[in-house]
């Protein structure tokens, strides 16, 4: 079993996936022993502040609007309780496990910095729950990412207490019940810890986290299916040539143009040096500069959340100096702009890859635009047959429905708190956005690389049976022809739609195909 050490300092995306993805307790997540003792000395300053009678934003006071009435010493864990109990307050679908577990560790993770004045055995509860496999049901809706991700974070909070709602072993219990069977105990707040709980961005940050590498995994679909594409429609690979792009050099349009040609190394289905057809459409003689492009934005999006998984986004911070002097500083680092922006612009690079994946399928499919290398609708039997005519249609709704939701959030603003807080990120809406437009583009290029399997079968019967594809994309169309046939005459296809987008989200295409070019 793999341990994960919370620090503070050096959570991954990399690990925030494999918590998600894992089960209870594999990864296993901990505490670092460094991290504990920051934790115990921040909790330790806030016992002294309520000892000294010191009146503190969060600790002695209300929030937001009630920051200026003084709370009784006698209700401060009263205080704590109600911020979680009134600020779950969410609506909609509960999230995922797997977003939910990558929630739970961020937020851990976050704590475990030791600026926040929770106290260990709090924090300890909520790696507790994600080691047993409570887990809080958390509606996706309610967040304005300022300050930070309130709603969806106090029902992660409320099965900390004993309340809500969680599931655990398949089944949605009662939060007090969920946590009696993994045999956990509730914890009962104390100052500080409510705020420091509901305080921050670790939503939008959790979803960042997973889509951003998802995003990844989709961007290499997207250019094995444009050179599966571009080998049905008997392209030209010379749109790539290296010389083209150290004349515009842009990192990652370089390095797209640089995995193209090794995608397509040695296929006997592309064309070469024709003077009669030197070049190609847009949506294959420009994917280095289109997925180049989106390349930079998932490299924008990983930079943003790299830092935010180990930055502390609560409010206020305690700093503790090293004459054990207690500073209480409020700001704002629970606003969640850095990140509402870096999912805005990572949702509009994803909306373009499904964009230019559906021209291509037009391009497949439409017979006067392959200039009859393929069938039209690639179906021999047109009028009888519809082919792939409404699998195209599919993939523009998915397409149309990206350009919708790729509309930046981040420029929206509503204030709340009786204008206290008058300035607010969308940064959780920009989030759930980007997965919706992820999931359509998954689907898009499922589609793709089956119409371009399909292709790559009509144009065998000239280029010949035994024609070879590229070095990576032969590995890419066997495995599709391993769940997809090909199809002479129509049939229902849902299903195998379906079938490839597993292969996607899985990541069996770029595995497979990434395991054939470190062999050659």
């Known amino acids: 079993m793999e341990t994960i050490v919370l620090d503070g300092n050096s959570l991954t995306i990399e690990q925030v996936v494999a918590v998600a993805e894992g089960v209870p307790g594999d990864p296993r997540v901990v505490i670092g022993d460094a991290a504990r003792a920051r934790v115990a000395r921040a909790a330790d300053a806030v016992a002294q502040l309520l000892d000294e009678g010191r009146v503190v934003y969060g600790i002695t006071t209300g929030f937001g609007a009630f920051k200026n009435r003084v709370i009784p010493r006698d209700q401060v864990e009263l205080l704590q309780r109600n911020i979680v109990e009134s600020h779950a307050v969410g609506v909609g679908d509960p999230f995922d496990t797997p977003t939910t577990r990558a929630i739970m560790l961020v937020r851990a993770n976050t704590l475990a910095s030791g600026y926040s004045g929770i106290r260990p055995a709090t924090l300890d509860g909520l790696v507790g729950l994600l080691n047993a496999g409570v887990h809080p049901v958390i509606p996706r809706k309610g967040s304005l990412g300022a300050s930070g991700d309130l709603a969806p974070l106090a029902h992660m909070s409320l099965a900390l207490i004993g309340e809500g709602e969680a599931e655990y072993q398949g089944a ?156 209480v500083l409020s700001g704002g680092n629970f606003h969640g702009e850095p990140l509402a922006i870096a999912m805005d612009y990572l949702g509009i690079a994803l909306a373009e890859l499904g964009n230019i994946a559906e021209r291509r399928i037009m391009r497949l499919i439409d017979e006067a635009s392959n200039t009859q290398t393929l069938p039209a609708f690639l179906t021999r039997e047109g009028g009888l047959n519809s082919g792939f005519m409404i699998v195209q249609y599919t993939a523009a709704a998915l397409a149309t429905e990206n350009k919708v939701l790729a509309h930046p959030a981040s420029v929206d603003t509503i204030p709340t708190s009786a204008n206290t807080e008058d300035h607010v990120s969308m940064g959780c809406t920009a989030a759930l956005k980007l997965r919706d437009i992820s999931a359509n583009v998954e689907r898009i290029l499922a589609m793709e690389l089956m119409a371009a399997a399909q292709g790559i079968d009509f144009r065998k019967e000239t280029v010949g049976a035994g024609a070879r594809l590229g070095r990576g994309t032969q590995p890419a169309y066997d495995l599709i022809r391993q769940h997809v046939p090909f199809i002479p005459r129509d049939t229902i296809m849902y299903g195998y739609i379906e079938a490839v987008r597993r292969l996607v989200a899985e990541d069996h295409i770029v595995r497979a195909v990434n395991r054939a070019l470190e062999r050659a």
């Open 172 to 327: 949605i219990l009662p939060g007090a019940e969920a946590l009696a069977r993994a045999g956990l105990q509730p914890i009962t707040l104390a100052a500080k810890e409510g705020l420091a709980l509901t305080n921050g961005t670790s939503v939008m940050c959790a979803i960042g986290a997973l889509q951003t590498y998802h995003a990844e995994r989709l961007s290499q679909v997207a250019d094995i299916a444009g050179c599966l594409s571009l080998e049905a429609l008997h392209g030209t690979p010379l749109a790539f040539d290296a010389r083209i792009h150290r004349l515009r050099p842009f990192p990652r349009q370089v390095d797209c143009a640089a995995y193209l040609r090794a995608l397509l190394d040695g296929s006997e289905f592309v064309r070469g040096d024709d003077p009669t057809n030197v070049q190609d459409a847009y949506t294959l003689r420009c994917i280095p500069q289109v997925h180049g492009a989106v390349r930079d934005a998932i490299a924008y999006a990983r930079w943003a959340i790299d830092i935010e998984l180990n930055a502390v986004t609560d409010n206020p911070l305690i700093f503790i100096d090293e004459d054990g002097a207690i500073t």
